[in-house]
């Protein structure tokens, strides 16, 4: 049942495949005026190594902080902003709500591997997105109870599934990232 959380931020996303192909024949962009990076300013990874441990770190922390939410019974649900983007962040607090009034708790904890970039960027804008990876999903050890103790996770749960997550820029120095989206992804190969 722990898709119920931020598994349940998924949404099936529109994929436009005819956009590559009509932005062939599109003319070219005009510039927009905005942000220009100076001469000095540095990506903020210097390699898919480093954005791939910033990545690690951060998921770890906002699913353990979810989990231990989640495990008291969605009491202090504010707990999450540390580790999430705002959008994201009110969205779960919403999650946690609904699982404090059905009067569930969650036992075990989230699991997650095989973390892949799917695209990196090189902003140095706090809170602009720049990571995006797709990793596997593992709550084969959680389980939510009722009021008397009794699980209510169906046994048709699937205990894996691939999810694409981005990350928002929280601050460059040192480098840290939040949550912005978790989203089930439907590409194979992952779990």
Same mark, same amino acid.
């Given at each position: 049942? @722990? %898709?119920?959380?931020?598994?349940?931020?998924?949404?099936?996303? %529109?994929?436009?495949?005819? !956009? =590559?192909?009509?932005?062939?024949?599109?003319?070219?962009? %005009?510039?927009?005026?905005?942000? /220009?990076? &100076?001469?000095?300013?540095?990506?903020?990874?210097?390699?898919?190594?480093?954005? !791939?441990? &910033?990545?690690?770190?951060? *998921?770890?922390?906002?699913?353990?902080?979810?989990?231990?939410?989640?495990?008291?019974?969605?009491?202090? =649900?504010? @707990?999450?902003? #540390? *580790? &999430?983007?705002?959008?994201?962040?009110?969205?779960?607090?919403?999650?946690?709500? @609904? $699982?404090?009034?059905?009067?569930?708790?969650? $036992?075990? #904890?989230?699991?997650?591997?095989?973390? /892949?970039?799917?695209?990196?960027?090189?902003? /140095?804008?706090?809170?602009? #997105? +720049?990571?995006? +990876? *797709?990793?596997?999903?593992? +709550?084969?050890?959680?389980?939510?109870?009722?009021?008397?103790?009794?699980?209510?996770?169906?046994?048709? @749960? =699937?205990?894996? /599934?691939?999810?694409?997550?981005?990350?928002?820029?929280?601050?460059?120095?040192?480098?840290?990232?939040? +949550? &912005?989206?978790?989203?089930?992804?439907?590409?194979?190969?992952?779990?």
């Amino acid at each position: 049942m @722990r %898709t119920q959380s931020h598994h349940l931020l998924a949404v099936c996303a %529109t994929v436009m495949l005819a !956009l =590559p192909a009509l932005a062939a024949c599109a003319p070219a962009p %005009t510039p927009v005026p905005g942000h /220009t990076a &100076a001469a000095t300013d540095a990506p903020v990874f210097a390699s898919d190594e480093e954005a !791939l441990a &910033a990545a690690k770190k951060a *998921y770890a922390g906002y699913l353990h902080m979810s989990d231990q939410i989640l495990m008291d019974g969605g009491s202090g =649900p504010e @707990r999450i902003k #540390g *580790y &999430a983007s705002t959008r994201l962040a009110e969205l779960e607090i919403e999650s946690y709500g @609904r $699982t404090k009034a059905k009067g569930l708790r969650s $036992t075990g #904890g989230s699991l997650f591997s095989n973390m /892949t970039i799917q695209s990196r960027g090189d902003a /140095t804008v706090q809170g602009r #997105g +720049v990571l995006t +990876v *797709y990793l596997c999903s593992d +709550v084969s050890e959680v389980d939510f109870l009722d009021s008397r103790g009794q699980s209510v996770v169906s046994p048709s @749960r =699937p205990d894996r /599934t691939p999810f694409e997550v981005s990350f928002d820029l929280a601050s460059t120095d040192p480098v840290e990232l939040l +949550v &912005a989206s978790a989203d089930v992804w439907q590409g194979a190969g992952i779990c």
